[in-house]
Each structure stands twice: as C-alpha cells, then as structure tokens.
C-alpha cells in the first residue's frame, strides 16, 4: 500500500514567492497533520483536519499560511508571500479515527524540504 | 513546562549491544498514547512502536520495546542487539485524550535523541 505521498520533496524559491506543499494521505485515513520541523523549535503541528474540515489551526505562525483539505486524498499548505524564516522541513501525516488505540498511529510522508532565499 | 522530555541529546552504543532511550512525560490525562518515531538522516519520519495508558503489558515490536512505568511517567524505548542502521535521531510523542465530538487529536513530540551505533 502507497504511503503519504508529498510534493514537491525540495523546494528553493525567493522571499515574496508563493509557495505550495501537497500531501496525499493514506487512502481510508481521515485525518491528516501538516508539521514543520526546524533544528530550533523541533517538530510543530501547524493545522489538523478531520474528514476534511479544519479542528484546529493555533499552531500556523500567521497569516501567511494557510492550508486546504478539498477531499479525502488531498491536501495543500500554502505560503504566501515566503520569508527565509520559512524555511523547514515540512511534513504531513495521515491517521484514521480508531476503532482500537492502535489505529491512530500517524503515518508520515516522506517531507518537503522548504528554503526560502 | 514541556510536556515531553528527552533528557539524552546524544547516545553511542556499540554494534550488537542493548540501548535504552528515555522519555519522561506529562498529562492529567487518564487516557493517552505514547509513541516512538525514529528520524533517519534521509529525513523520513517511521513509526515504530505505540503504548497505550492502559496497556497492562509493555509493548514490543521486534527488537523494539518500550518500558512503561505509569507512576514514575516514563515510557523508555529499548533496542536490543543494535544494528549500524539503527543510528538515527529518535523521538518520543505523546497523545492526550481525544477532542470530544472532532474524532481526532494531537501528538506532541520531544527534541529527540540522536543515536549513534558503532562498529
């Protein structure tokens, strides 16, 4: 079976430049993290979604991001305009609502490593 | 105060040998889950082992395992017999209670610990 799929896995672009990440999840998973993680603040979830509606969006830094769910098989976060402080590794993950407490391991993609120049 | 803590920045063990990795961590929650990821340098973020706060039993995935004393709010990842391919950077997680009526919750994570298995 496919894990989380993300794109792009790299992606340099200049400060003011938007910037797109998408992540497919696991196909039944309804739930779906967008994490950053940077050698300062470690791992951050930015925003979670469950069957495709927003539950939480406290950790986003500002405006300038924001995320979608359309669907159950797609998601994207969105920088716009990027600043070098951006720059991370970003990553998303899917789980599914248990049924017993082992089913809500959440499964990572494999990142997009974001710089910001 | 941190809800996870990883108290061990770097560890070194040597090839074949046993290693424990030690987290400490902190809720009011009677219900959580508590997680180990391992990070290797290619940058992938794999699951590896999940204990409940009401397992009786210590869980164990292969040469995997997790010391779970509920009292002291430990939850220690031991590999056995250590492989090269074990280095890697390793993180503990916790997941508190669940979100009544959202279905889902949040994993907070500890800054990790860097572990370097030697020939």
């Known amino acids: 079976d496919a894990g989380v799929i993300q794109s792009p896995r790299h992606e340099v672009t200049e400060m003011g430049q938007e910037v797109t990440l998408r992540c497919k999840p696991i196909s039944g998973h309804n739930s779906l993290f967008w994490y950053r993680q940077t050698m300062m603040r470690g791992l951050e979830l930015l925003i979670y979604f469950n069957n495709n509606v927003p539950i939480d969006d406290s950790g986003m830094p500002e405006d300038r991001f924001s995320a979608k769910m359309p669907n159950a098989s797609f998601s994207t976060l969105k920088i716009q305009p990027s600043e070098p402080r951006d720059s991370a590794v970003y990553f998303c993950?899917?789980?599914?609502?248990?049924?017993?407490?082992?089913?809500?391991?959440?499964?990572f993609g494999p990142g997009t490593r974001l710089t910001v120049l | 105060a941190q809800k996870i803590t990883q108290t061990q920045p770097g560890m070194f063990v040597q090839e074949k040998e046993a290693v424990t990795l030690d987290c400490t961590y902190d809720t009011s929650d009677q219900s959580y889950g508590l997680f180990w990821y391992k990070q290797p340098s290619s940058g992938e973020m794999i699951f590896l082992i999940y204990q409940g706060s009401y397992d009786e039993q210590n869980a164990t995935e292969g040469r995997y395992s997790l010391n779970f004393q509920k009292a002291r709010k430990s939850a220690n990842l031991v590999i056995s017999a250590s492989q090269l391919g074990d280095s890697a950077m390793y993180f503990c997680?916790?997941?508190?209670?669940?979100?009544?009526?959202?279905?889902?919750?949040?994993?907070?994570f500890g800054k990790g610990t860097k572990l370097s298995v030697i020939p």
């Open positions: 993950a899917s789980s599914s609502y248990p049924e017993g407490p082992r089913e809500d391991t959440q499964y």
């Open positions: 997680a916790m997941r508190e209670g669940r979100h009544s009526g959202a279905g889902s919750y949040q994993l907070t």
